[in-house]
Structures are given as structure tokens and as C-alpha cells.
């Protein structure tokens, strides 16, 4: 008899096969308490830039997740921004960021997660679609400037 985690699957494509998606990342993986059904949520980059966050939903323990069963979770579409505020002329430029001054880079809020529990899925995320203005401070090097602010959602989301 073997034991749990003894022998292994081949791997499953969860993410459909959209051509107007270039990336699918940073996964969670949730599993109801009968291993029925297998929940994953991973964020989508589509060919303009924006983002999203999806789940997709297997009801065979994980064997198959079509296409039909797979749920958009944001309400929202984000772009991916700078994680850094540029002081400076780009595309080469000094940027600050909590860290002061590093190299620049952009965020995605690799942040998230996914539970399955009385018959409902949660799924909590960061995500940019909100923006924020610095207070003036002649001092701050980016003052007055606007810049997308980093929020946590959560939601209950129906598995498909």
C-alpha cells in the first residue's frame, strides 16, 4: 500500500487556452474536505497589460479543470505598474520606494490566497486598481505625485 504523497500524477494545465493571456502566475491551491473538488486562483496578465485574478474549478480531484469552469474573481482589471516612483527621467532613472532607492521593478501583489470550507471558497488578493496621491511636502522628492496604491481584497467566490 503507499502512502500519501508516495507516487504522483503528470502535471495538469489548470488556465485555459486564451491567446489574449501572456501570463499565468503566482498560483494557491485550495481542496475541499472530500478532495473532490480543487480549486486554484492565479493571476492572469492579458496582451495589453492588465491583470487579473482567476480560479479555476476541477470536480475529479484535480484530473480535469475545463475551460467552462473557470471564474474571472476581480471585479476589475489592473495594470501592472512600476513597484517604485520615478524621481527622475526614464527609461533609465533613480526611483524611490520603500527601500528609498533601488532598482526598478514592477509589482504584481504576488500576494494571495485560496480556502475551500463549508462548501464555499474564498479567495484573498492584493491588487492596484486603486491610485493615491502623495500629500504635498516640498521635502518629499515625490510629492503631489500619483501612483497606484496596493489594496487587499477578499471575496467569496461560487465554484463552477
Given at each position: 500500500?503507499?502512502?500519501?504523497g508516495?507516487?504522483w500524477?503528470a502535471?495538469?494545465?489548470?488556465?485555459?487556452d486564451?491567446?489574449?493571456?501572456?501570463?499565468?502566475?503566482l498560483?494557491?491551491?485550495?481542496?475541499d474536505?472530500?478532495?473532490?473538488?480543487?480549486h486554484?486562483?492565479?493571476y492572469?496578465?492579458?496582451?495589453d497589460?492588465?491583470v487579473d485574478?482567476?480560479?479555476?474549478n476541477?470536480?475529479?480531484g484535480?484530473d480535469?479543470?475545463?475551460a467552462?469552469r473557470?471564474?474571472r474573481?476581480?471585479s476589475?482589471?489592473?495594470?501592472?505598474?512600476?513597484?517604485?516612483?520615478?524621481?527622475?527621467?526614464?527609461?533609465?532613472?533613480?526611483?524611490?520606494n520603500?527601500?528609498r532607492?533601488?532598482?526598478?521593478c514592477?509589482s504584481l501583489?504576488?500576494?494571495?490566497g485560496i480556502?475551500?470550507?463549508?462548501g464555499?471558497?474564498?479567495?484573498a488578493?492584493?491588487?492596484?486598481r486603486n491610485?493615491?496621491?502623495?500629500p504635498?511636502?516640498?521635502?518629499?522628492p515625490?510629492s503631489?505625485q500619483m501612483?497606484?496604491e496596493?489594496?487587499?481584497?477578499?471575496?467569496?467566490?461560487?465554484?463552477?
Amino acid at each position: 500500500m503507499t502512502q500519501p504523497g508516495e507516487t504522483w500524477n503528470a502535471p495538469v494545465r489548470v488556465n485555459p487556452d486564451v491567446s489574449a493571456d501572456k501570463h499565468h502566475v503566482l498560483p494557491s491551491l485550495a481542496a475541499d474536505p472530500s478532495g473532490v473538488g480543487i480549486h486554484v486562483s492565479y493571476y492572469t496578465q492579458h496582451t495589453d497589460g492588465t491583470v487579473d485574478l482567476d480560479m479555476a474549478n476541477s470536480h475529479d480531484g484535480g484530473d480535469t479543470f475545463p475551460a467552462n469552469r473557470t471564474v474571472r474573481v476581480t471585479s476589475t482589471s489592473f495594470s501592472l505598474p512600476p513597484s517604485n516612483i520615478p524621481l527622475t527621467g526614464s527609461p533609465v532613472f533613480a526611483a524611490t520606494n520603500y527601500d528609498r532607492l533601488i532598482a526598478v521593478c514592477y509589482s504584481l501583489g504576488e500576494y494571495q490566497g485560496i480556502a475551500s470550507a463549508n462548501g464555499a471558497v474564498y479567495d484573498a488578493w492584493g491588487d492596484m486598481r486603486n491610485k493615491l496621491t502623495e500629500p504635498t511636502d516640498p521635502l518629499d522628492p515625490i510629492s503631489g505625485q500619483m501612483h497606484t496604491e496596493e489594496d487587499v481584497f477578499f471575496q467569496t467566490v461560487k465554484a463552477q
